[in-house]
């Protein structure tokens, strides 16, 4: 099914597949663009705040914020496609809704069927590789907090401190074309993002973490570039990988930028991973340059 989808996933044994949470995975997704090279991402269905949230609780559909996201990092500059997907409203009782979001929900009731909308959603626009939902349904996220059971990206996101994180339900039916990209994979990235709320809330899911190992591909994690306020607090660069470790995500090649936080304990330090230093920042604006995310990716790619 993933060959009729994305047949340029398979050009060159390329296959590359990107994982995260609707901010970092477009970065990601963006910096893969600036190689011509065409990724499928798989992005979380967790979201249950702002536009995604009210849309998720109206119609019971996966939350389409991050998936909307995603698809217009996948687009050109000049397209007209990404001004009208960001579009947001700005008063009525479309409030705060972006038109992406609307257009994404309209498919997915058009076809009862949110991979095929995202699909849809990607060859209407033009873009250069496919976003797919991790699932098909809504997941909630739950956290173990002290002794408290925690519900919801929007409050873990801003709870530090936390040990354990799962869906709800624990697990989640994956489509199979996502299981499929994930096996046939040359390259998979992970992040940047939020550890918890994007990338566990994905990798997190049984099959998802299964099919991964399974994979024989390389996993790159790409740190983000400064510690996250709430769930990623006071976390290094190796103790992000150690949460992920924990989960029981492998990860082979590891790409930071410790200008604003630091590499961690040598305790952490896996002597199987491969830890590249490298520039990827604007340092004023503390976000991924796609240039030079996409040089730092193009070299492993090769």
């Not at 349904?137 to 994180?165: C, H, I, N, R, W």
């Not at 990798?203 to 510690?227: E, H, M, T, Y």
């Not at 590499?263 to 520039?279: E, F, K, N, R, V």
Request: hydrophobic content about 45%; overall charge negative; aromatic content about 4%.
């Amino acid at each position: 099914m993933l060959r009729e989808i994305a047949p340029k996933f398979y050009d060159l044994d390329e296959g590359i597949l990107a994982i995260g949470g609707g901010h970092g995975l477009a970065a990601t997704l963006a910096s893969i663009r600036t190689l011509d090279k065409y990724p499928v991402g798989i992005v979380s269905v967790a979201d249950d705040g702002g536009s995604s949230g009210r849309l998720r609780d109206e119609f019971g559909h996966i939350p389409p914020g991050d998936l909307r996201r995603c698809v217009s990092a996948l687009l050109p500059k000049t397209s007209p496609w990404q001004d009208l997907l960001e579009f947001r409203f700005a008063s009525g009782e479309l409030q705060g809704h972006a038109l992406g979001n609307l257009i994404f929900t309209a498919l997915t009731g058009l076809s009862a069927d949110p991979v095929g909308a995202s699909v849809e959603l990607c060859h209407l626009v033009g873009a250069t590789g496919v976003v797919l939902p991790a699932c098909s349904e809504p997941l909630t996220l739950v956290g173990q907090f002290a002794d408290m059971e925690l519900l919801g990206q929007a409050l873990l996101a801003k709870t530090s401190g936390l040990t354990k994180v799962g869906v709800r339900p624990s697990d989640p039916v994956v489509p199979s074309v996502v299981l499929e990209a994930i096996v046939d994979a040359n390259h998979i990235t992970l992040g940047p993002g939020s550890l918890y709320t994007s990338i566990i809330a994905v990798c997190g899911i049984p099959a998802i973490r299964d099919a991964i190992a399974k994979s024989s591909a390389q996993v790159i994690f790409v740190a983000n570039l400064a510690p996250q306020v709430g769930e990623g607090e006071n976390l290094t660069v190796a103790g992000h990988v150690r949460v992920l470790m924990d989960f029981g995500i492998d990860v082979d090649v590891v790409l930071y930028d410790d200008h604003l936080i630091e590499l961690g304990d040598d305790a952490y330090l896996d002597p199987s991973i491969q830890w590249i230093l490298t520039d990827l920042s604007d340092k004023e604006k503390r976000v991924h340059n796609p240039a030079l995310l996409g040089q730092a990716l193009g070299g492993l790619l090769r």
